[in-house]
């Protein structure tokens, strides 16, 4: 296995742990991810 796979396997993995994550957050409060959503909005766009 090369660098380049094991790099975007791991980021791979690391997004479906952000999204299930997401979603569970959603699921149990979703003005809480509406919230985080907007606050990750916020910082990409004043990059």
Known sequence: MNNKKLIMSLAGV?????LSMVYTVDK??????AESLAHFHFW???L
Do not use: E, T, V
């Open 14 to 18: 690391g997004i479906l742990a952000y």
């Open 28 to 33: 149990n409060d979703q003005r809480l991810a």
């Open 44 to 46: 990409i766009s004043h």
